[in-house]
C-alpha cells in the first residue's frame, strides 16, 4: 500500500519526507480543501525532500471545480510556472455543470503538464456517475484517482471504493483520502486498496500573546489566527500500521 501525505507548509514536508512517505501533495488553502501552492513553497519542498515524490495541486480557488476561461488561463500560467521547478507530478481534477468530468479542459491540462503524471482529486466524489466517470479519467491518462467513495469520510465510502478499484482492474490507482487515520487504516488494507492519502494533522495554536478579537479568515476553524500541520506522531502511526503485516 502506498502512502500520501497532503502537507501545507515545508514543515510538514519535512516530515512526510522523514517518514520516506511515497508522496507529498503539495498544497496551500487548507480551510478551502487545498489550492495551488506558491512557487516558493515548491520551491523549497524541492529543494529538502530527498524520499517523497512531490505531486502539486493545481487548482486556481476554492469551491466548486467548474472552471470559467479566466480561472481556465490561471491554471494554465501556474502549472507553466511550477513545471520549470520540476516537481514529480500534479494533481487536479473539473466538471462540468452536469457534474460530470470535465474531458475538454483535463484534456488541455494533460497536454500542459505532460510529460508528468497527473492525479484526479476528489472532484470526483462529486460525479453523479462514478462508473462512468472512472472510465473518462482512465481514458484522458489520469494515472490515480483520489476519493472517499463519494462519502464526507472514505471509511464511509469503502462500498464504492472497492467497487471502482475492482472495475479499474489495475489500469488506475485508486487511493482512499478523507478522515483516513491509524484507527481505522486497517479497513482499507483489509479492502485491497493501493494507496491512501491523510494529513496527521493536528492543531498548532498561534504563538501571539493577545489573540485578535477580529477574524481574517472564512469557515470555521478552531483559530484562525492558528493553522493545521501534519502531526510526525499521528503520520508515523499510520505508515506503522500500514507496514504490519
Not at 523549497?44 to 515524490?53: I, Q, T
Request: one cysteine or more.
Amino acid at each position: 500500500m502506498q502512502t500520501e501525505i497532503c502537507c501545507f507548509s515545508l514543515e510538514s514536508a519535512r516530515i512526510a519526507d522523514e517518514l520516506k512517505a511515497d508522496r507529498i501533495e503539495l498544497c496551500s488553502g487548507f480551510l478551502e480543501g487545498g489550492t495551488t501552492p506558491s512557487s516558493g513553497l515548491l520551491k523549497g519542498a524541492l529543494d529538502e525532500v530527498r524520499h517523497s515524490a512531490v505531486f502539486v495541486m493545481i487548482r486556481p480557488r476554492g469551491g466548486d471545480f467548474i472552471y470559467n476561461a479566466d480561472e481556465e488561463a490561471t491554471i494554465k500560467n501556474d502549472i507553466e510556472e511550477l513545471k520549470k521547478l520540476t516537481p514529480s507530478g500534479f494533481v487536479f481534477g473539473a466538471l462540468t455543470v452536469e457534474n460530470e468530468v470535465d474531458g475538454v479542459l483535463c484534456r488541455k491540462v494533460m497536454e500542459w503538464t505532460h510529460p508528468y503524471p497527473v492525479t484526479f482529486h476528489r472532484a470526483f466524489d462529486l460525479c453523479m456517475e462514478p462508473e462512468k466517470a472512472l472510465i473518462q479519467i482512465i481514458d484522458l491518462g489520469f494515472e490515480r484517482i483520489l476519493t472517499s467513495g463519494q462519502e464526507a469520510s472514505a471509511e464511509k465510502g469503502l462500498p464504492l471504493l472497492k467497487k471502482i478499484n475492482e472495475l479499474a482492474a489495475g489500469r488506475i490507482q485508486i487511493m482512499a483520502g478523507a478522515g483516513v487515520n491509524s484507527g481505522n487504516l486497517q479497513l482499507f488494507k483489509n479492502a485491497g486498496l493501493p494507496a491512501v492519502h491523510f494529513t496527521g494533522k493536528e492543531w498548532q495554536d498561534s504563538k501571539m500573546k493577545n489573540s485578535p478579537k477580529i477574524d481574517m479568515a472564512s469557515g470555521n476553524p478552531p483559530d484562525c489566527w492558528g493553522k493545521y500541520e501534519t502531526s510526525k506522531t499521528n503520520a508515523e502511526e499510520i505508515i506503522r500500521k500500514i507496514n504490519t503485516p
